[in-house]
């Protein structure tokens, strides 16, 4: 009869243990999945996940025209010396930005003339050309009389896209 209880008793605990066990293995199994699912939601950008709402990223490089991208080049070597490439901000010489408007007033040809030398229009008496060389003289502009009129032109467009994407 002892030895009966003591069997019994003995079984009762293996079943307790089991219980407690399989619950415990359930909860642990549980916190572990909470886990990863957290971790995955603060982490998930570290291991390259696709899951970005499908934008892709744009650089900030304004897409130029073929003209305004030969006009980049002329003006890189012919007047970036002097005329900051943001067209917005004075340099040596004024900023480009809108040019085209402070010259409407005159004909296509004056600024080419003006961008071949600017000296000669300034002694030719021409009111937008002594304007500006009675606010930037004695800044000579250095002439570019091997422009022909549509590298000018190029420059031109390239100094309105370049304006325009600030
Ligand atoms: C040595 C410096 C220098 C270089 C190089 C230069 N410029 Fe200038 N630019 C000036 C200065 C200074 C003025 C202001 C007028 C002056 O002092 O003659 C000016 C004025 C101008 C203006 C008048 C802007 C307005 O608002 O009306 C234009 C257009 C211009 N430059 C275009 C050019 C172009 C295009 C080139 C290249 C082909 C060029 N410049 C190269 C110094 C320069």
């Excluded at 892709?56 to 025209?65: G, K």
């Excluded at 030719?124 to 009389?145: C, D, F, Y």
């Amino acid at each position: 009869m002892k030895k009966y209880i003591e069997e019994e008793s003995k079984e009762n605990l293996n079943t307790e243990m089991l219980a407690a066990i399989s619950k415990l293995t359930r909860a642990g199994f549980l916190l572990v999945i909470v886990l990863i699912l957290l971790f995955w939601q603060n982490y998930s950008h570290f291991f390259g996940s696709k899951n970005d709402g499908g934008q892709v990223v744009q650089t900030a490089l304004p897409m130029l025209s073929p003209a305004a991208q030969k006009g980049k080049d002329l003006f890189k070597n012919n007047c970036a010396s002097c005329h900051n490439r943001d067209m917005q901000s004075n340099l040596t010489g004024p900023a480009l930005g809108g040019l085209q408007e402070r010259w409407a007033a005159y004909p296509r040809t004056d600024l080419y003339q003006w961008i071949r030398n600017s000296q000669a229009l300034i002694d030719a008496g021409h009111p937008r050309a002594q304007e500006l060389w009675n606010k930037w003289k004695p800044v000579i502009m250095t002439p570019s009389s091997n422009l022909k009129d549509e590298d000018i032109e190029a420059i031109l467009t390239y100094v309105e896209e370049q304006y325009a994407a600030r």
